[in-house]
């Protein structure tokens, strides 16, 4: 066996022997987070489990249509650490490390149940006791086609592929990205033959935008900046600018890639202000540039060309200081200075 199949064949048993199970998602879910919960969820329902849903954030609303049934509830202490603690299992999706359960951290780590870690990012700080990682997946949702056809033997029916092709073109980029494999292709054929359509799926995800969101989006490019000879750009949203267009974080998910819609751009950030004030800070790249190395800086993670940095500190001052510190990361990496 190899070790994937040793972590593969444990997680089968485990899952298989639990009465109760717990399924979450990192904060700030996206549609391979949700899309894993809701098809993992569907087949340990049909085994007759014990399953809750509980994230640590609003399920955005552009994802309510994988919501059956409300599947998805989002973490109130009061309500769900009762919950967590009497699980046999708590089951770990498209994260492995701890603190970007955020809220839920806490009573995920006190909890006496058994942790199961299902994840294709590098990242892991070893919070569970059984993990599947596979950063050769481009979605954790390619991993769960695996874990449900092949390893539970369970029918991939059309709610189960519903959710897993959200998985797969929301962290393929709709398939351009390079992670994309010929396996995620021939998967998503078959979720096809379920009776999923693709342009209803793209429709539900990519085109759920009001008004508001436009003047959103406008007043990031308004913002654009250009730096390093065209190399590399970066904008902002502020709390003011959520207020002023009546919407929400969880509306600019994919505005980080009009950064790299530029000519000659390799390198983009996209930050915004939290609710408490605080940086979020978003980086996508191309080519050979590694914006997960710069994430790890402070603490952050995900991808080579895709990764993100949640800090803790007041948005403006951080802001600038983090736009500098890339300045000089991308020059002394990637710019003519790398060249000299």
Known sequence: ???NDQSIASIVRILNQARSIVLTTHVNPDGDGLGSEAAIGYVLK????????INTSETPRQYQFLNDGKMFNTYDSAKHDKIIRSSDVVLVLDISVSKRLDRMQQAVLE???MKICIDHHLDNDGF????WADPTAPATCEMMYDLIKNHFKSKIDYKIARALYTGLITDTGNFRFNSTRPETLIISSELLKTGVKPNDIYANVFEQG???TIKLLGL????MKRECGGGFHWTYLTQEDFRKTQ???SDTEGYVDYTLKLENSRMGVFFYETADGFTKVSLRAKGNVNVQKFAKTYGGGGHFSASGIMIKKAFPPTMKKIVKELIDYFNDYYGKRSSA
């Open 1 to 3: 066996m190899k070790p």
């Open 46 to 53: 049909r085994l007759k489990k014990k399953v809750a849903v």
């Open 111 to 113: 909890s006496p149940a």
């Open 247 to 249: 919407t929400r974080p």
């Open 220 to 223: 990031l490019l308004e913002r």
């Open 128 to 131: 569970a006791g059984h993990t």
């Open 210 to 212: 009001s008004l508001n």
